[in-house]
């Protein structure tokens, strides 16, 4: 008797939402097939991500929609019939992590969650630095602009609130932690910049 080999479950790629955003939908025959990102066919994905929105419907056709957001962008996760159990329990402001398939529908990407977990909001910025080590900088971003004038400009926009962590910056902003903290020495250094507390980023100009 002839055994079946077990099906392969997909690779659940830890990204980004920006760079799912980014992937190009491959559509065969009318249906999604994957997420082309750069030499990568995505079907599944490992994402971190803060609670913003959250919709559901309870009655005769069971659907439930969460948005989430990583700094990087936004998604929706949609769940449907009885399934919508996984996402009832979850609030705005709880910080998930979430397994899934990528689907496309109307031309919006967005994620059928298998597992979803509430995790500790610090895993964010450990999940960010993760991925920036696993693949090659770029030091520029948001049409070009120099790393260094975004960094003021994040400062300058804090100072309402008394300053911006470094640990925001680097969340915030779409370029290695690297070239980030160096960038952010060299303004402490010129004096454009000052920490009142370890960590805390004033503007001086």
Same mark, same amino acid.
């Given at each position: 008797?002839?055994?079946?080999?077990?099906?392969?479950?997909?690779?659940?790629?830890?990204?980004?939402?920006?760079?799912?955003?980014?992937?190009?939908?491959? @559509?065969?025959?009318?249906?999604?097939?994957?997420?082309?990102?750069?030499?990568?066919?995505?079907v599944?994905?490992?994402?971190?991500?803060?609670?913003?929105?959250?919709?559901?419907?309870?009655?005769e056709?069971?659907?439930a929609? @969460?948005?989430?957001?990583?700094?990087?962008?936004? @998604?929706?996760?949609?769940?449907?019939?009885?399934?919508?159990?996984?996402?009832?329990? @979850?609030?705005?402001?709880?910080?998930?992590?979430?397994?899934?398939?990528?689907?496309?529908?109307?031309?919006?990407?967005?994620i059928?969650?298998?597992?979803?977990?509430?995790?500790?909001?610090?895993?964010?910025?450990?999940?960010?630095?993760?991925?920036?080590?696993?693949?090659?900088?770029?030091?520029?971003?948001?049409?070009?602009?120099?790393?260094?004038?975004?960094?003021?400009?994040?400062?300058?926009?804090?100072?309402?609130?008394?300053?911006?962590?470094?640990?925001?910056?680097?969340?915030?902003?779409?370029?290695?932690?690297?070239?980030?903290?160096?960038?952010?020495?060299?303004?402490?250094?010129?004096?454009?910049?000052?920490?009142?507390?370890?960590?805390?980023?004033?503007?001086?100009?």
């Open positions: 008797m002839e055994l079946k080999e077990p099906m392969k479950r997909n690779v659940a790629y830890k990204l980004r939402i920006g760079d799912i955003l980014k992937g190009k939908p491959i @559509i065969e025959d009318g249906r999604f097939r994957f997420l082309e990102l750069g030499d990568k066919n995505i599944r994905v490992n994402l971190l991500a803060n609670v913003v929105d959250k919709f559901v419907n309870d009655g056709k069971k659907y929609s @969460i948005t989430v957001d990583d700094a990087s962008g936004q @998604i929706r996760l949609k769940q449907f019939g009885e399934d919508i159990a996984m996402l009832k329990d @979850i609030t705005q402001g709880d910080t998930l992590q979430i397994i899934g398939n990528v689907r496309e529908y109307n031309s919006e990407l967005y059928m969650p298998e597992i979803v977990k509430k995790v500790d909001p610090k895993w964010l910025l450990v999940r960010k630095l993760e991925i920036q080590n696993q693949r090659k900088e770029i030091p520029l971003q948001e049409g070009n602009r120099p790393v260094v004038d975004l960094i003021k400009e994040r400062i300058k926009e804090a100072e309402a609130d008394g300053g911006v962590d470094v640990d925001n910056l680097i969340m915030e902003i779409e370029a290695s932690p690297d070239l980030i903290n160096q960038e952010i020495k060299k303004l402490l250094e010129d004096g454009l910049i000052y920490e009142p507390r370890p960590g805390r980023l004033r503007y001086l100009g």
